[in-house]
């Protein structure tokens, strides 16, 4: 596993995301990698709006990126052509699930920080997503250029807040204005770029002068770092330093960036064009290719046993979709990782999440948004499906009768909504059809319809991302929209067990309607959700046909609650006796029955009102945990836990959903900006009288 394999065409892939905080210039480095690997004629660049990977209007305008944007690039070392398959993820807290869903499928990433700036709140998200999937990373200290560079001080902060190991392999030569190359420590030889020719000529120069005893010290802590990984080289360190060769050097770091002992640093200035070529090298030399990734583990559907396909062309196929995506020219594209096999174009594969066949009538190597036809594709691979019918983010793709149910990606719960419709009433169907395109591609965007209001309820992971499907909405499918507050969506529950008796008459001249039912009503004894129905009807006092019917009422009722219309979550109905009349009793009868007298009963069977509480984790600098714990006190939290980790505090909180609107601002405020925050839903809990009762007025305010 350690060694280079250049000899396997497997061998000579990558499969890499880069990741980092946002403004630390993840975008504008692939733009770069894109130019160096003869991708691109000419550099785009992001302040300009002409990243060939922001291709999106919404990236272009805002130099941010939205959506993770695949592309394939080859570049030569060691004589032989490395496939390089480049994901290019967004650093804003909002779009975290392109991060999440990217890192999944990926074997290694770079980790981009900023030299001014260092390592930034989103850095430590992502540094944590790559932590759980076990991806390997190498660091790239970016804007060496800019004033206020600072190259070890963004080291040492990896240590610190990330709790990290990181070896500089490099250091920089000049900082700020003055930044023109790097001493390569593994080589123990200077480089220089030149500015006229866009960086391509890279230049070998005498080690400066005034930085020949830190390249010394830093080349003896590297030594001294890969010899206590390897027995043979710390032999070797002992006897003579200088007798290590590049090659072995080589060959240590990789194997201990593989098992993430080591983070090696490297340092450059993508937007002057200098140390990207450097880095390619790096991700070929110290990132795993798929011959380097354990064989991925899976559930055999139909004998429930755990299997392993590992990364051979030959094995049985099987992939993990991680994004599905709607491209104007060629219509739903599904980007998916090959693990093992091979799949030909027009082949026929099964969908195990589904249970479906699905038809792939088209495979593409994508490059941003253009695609490259190809007749098929192999494991280790990252490619994109058309022709598909239904395929989702995190299905598993299989041979047809080799099927294996590879682990699915987690997403987390939205946490705003709002209510949205268009400004024109002729748009109404168009803005379902596009509301349920763009819910398909992102899983973290959720629609629904109010059942009290009838509005059209979107949600998602904050402001900005609703912000952005909103606009999305308007550029590519056409269609204005107003927009509402942000809401929370409550539940009822009844707490206390009543009996009623409800008999329903209605009289109109000819045939009438006759039912009469007595009940309990009160909370389920069962655990679960819905309605726990027991008939204990004797002696036929209502036969037998007309039972369904009072369960269909109940169930029927409980989608409006008593308090403020909200859908109640649980309750118990025992039916234990009632009536009939032989020609004006029928099933609608009995269904009215019960649905008039859930709503006499359930006033009386004292029913609350139930908030969504989340279960929110905080991870925040230790200077500020006393402001961020009082805050949260503020928000009426139940503090569950706090714990100290390298140079911050977690905190773990269960808090009302309703208290938690414009969270992420008033943190990042009260933090300067450095604590991060996690939140999915928990459960639904009372929420106390003063907020039932604000909560039921305002709703009966709507309503009158």
């Known amino acids: 596993m350690s060694s280079l394999n250049t000899n396997n065409k497997l061998g000579l892939t990558r499969n890499i995301g880069i990741m980092a905080h946002i403004d630390a210039g993840k975008t504008t480095v692939t733009e770069r990698i894109l130019f160096y690997t003869g991708k691109n004629y000419k550099i785009g660049e992001v302040h300009e709006g002409g990243a060939t990977m922001d291709w999106m209007v919404q990236e272009q305008e805002r130099g941010i990126t939205i959506t993770s944007a695949a592309t394939t690039v080859f570049w030569d070392l060691f004589n032989k052509r490395h496939k390089i398959n480049i994901i290019d993820t967004p650093g804003h807290v909002d779009f975290t699930v392109e991060v999440e869903r990217s890192l999944r499928v990926l074997d290694g990433a770079v980790a981009l920080f900023c030299a001014v700036g260092g390592v930034e709140p989103q850095s430590e998200t992502v540094w944590r997503q790559a932590n759980k999937y076990k991806v390997p990373r190498i660091s790239f200290v970016n804007k060496m250029d800019r004033s206020g560079a600072d190259f070890f001080g963004v080291i040492d902060q990896i240590k610190e807040k990330l709790g990290a190991n990181p070896v500089p392999i490099q250091i920089p030569i000049g900082a700020e204005i003055g930044f023109r190359g790097v001493v390569d420590l593994v080589k123990n030889k200077a480089f220089v770029w030149d500015e006229e020719d866009n960086g391509v000529i890279i230049r ?13 010290k830093y080349r003896m802590k590297l030594i001294e770092g890969v010899a206590e990984e390897s027995d043979d080289l710390l032999e070797k360190f002992m006897d003579d330093p200088n007798s290590i060769t590049e090659e072995e050097m080589i060959d240590v770091i ?39 990734i354990e064989d991925v583990e899976g559930i ?3 004998t429930e046993e755990t299997e392993y396909r590992s990364a051979d062309p030959n094995d049985k196929f099987s992939a993990l979709a991680f994004k599905i995506a709607t491209d104007p020219f060629v219509g739903r594209l599904c980007f998916f990782r090959v693990y093992s096999g091979t799949l030909k174009a027009g082949s026929y594969i099964l969908n195990v999440s589904t249970g479906k066949k699905e038809r792939i009538s088209r495979i593409m190597q994508m490059h941003a948004n253009k695609q490259e036809p190809l007749d098929q594709i192999e494991a280790g691979d990252i490619g994109a499906a058309v022709g598909f019918k239904t395929i989702r983010t995190g299905d598993t793709l299989t041979e047809l009768k080799a099927p294996i149910i ?179 009793s029928d099933q609608l009868s009995f269904e009215l029955a019960a649905k008039v007298g859930f709503r006499d009963a359930a006033k009386k069977a004292k029913a609350k009102l139930l908030e969504p509480v989340m279960k929110v984790e905080i991870v925040t600098p230790d200077d500020y945990l006393g402001d961020v714990t009082g805050d949260l006190n503020r928000r009426r939290a139940i503090l569950e836990s706090v714990t100290a980790k390298v140079g911050v505090q977690v905190i773990k909180a269960a808090v009302p959903l309703s208290e938690m609107f414009g969270y992420v601002t008033t943190l990042r405020t009260i933090t300067s900006g450095r604590g991060t925050s996690s939140m999915e839903f928990k459960s639904y809990e009372i929420a106390p009288k003063g907020i039932s009762e604000e909560v039921i007025k305002e709703i009966k305010g709507i309503i009158s």
């Open 300 to 302: 055999n559907p139909k």
């Open 254 to 292: 990789r194997t201990s960036t593989l098992n993430m002992s080591i983070t090696p640093v490297m340092c450059g200035s993508a937007f002057k064009n200098k140390g990207v070529q450097m880095l390619l090298n790096a991700i070929i030399e110290f990132l795993p290719s798929p011959l380097d």
């Open 406 to 584: 590879l682990e699915s990606i987690t997403f987390p719960e939205p946490v705003i909504s709002i209510a949205i419709e268009p400004k024109t009433q002729k748009d109404i169907d168009k803005m379902s059809l596009a509301l349920a395109k763009l819910a398909e591609e992102d899983p973290t965007f959720k629609v629904r319809t109010d059942e009290n209001s009838g509005q059209t309820i979107i949600s998602g992971m904050g402001e900005l991302h609703l912000d952005i499907l909103v606009d999305r909405l308007k550029r590519e499918f056409n269609i204005e929209c107003n927009i509402g507050q942000p809401q929370v969506s409550y539940k009822e529950t009844i707490t206390s067990t009543i009996e009623h008796k409800e008999v329903y008459k209605k009289q109109t001249g000819g045939r009438g309607k006759f039912a009469n039912i007595q009940f309990e009503i009160g909370p389920r004894l069962a655990e679960g959700e819905g309605l726990e129905f027991v008939d204990e009807i004797k002696g036929g006092s209502i036969p037998k046909e007309f039972i369904p019917s009072v369960k269909k009422g109940f169930e029927l009722a409980m989608q409006n609650g008593v308090l403020a219309g909200f859908p109640v979550v649980s309750m118990r109905v025992r039916l234990f006796d009632g009536s009939f009349h032989p020609v004006d």
């Open 204 to 216: 070998e120069i005498p080690v400066p002068e005034d930085l020949k005893e830190d390249a010394k």
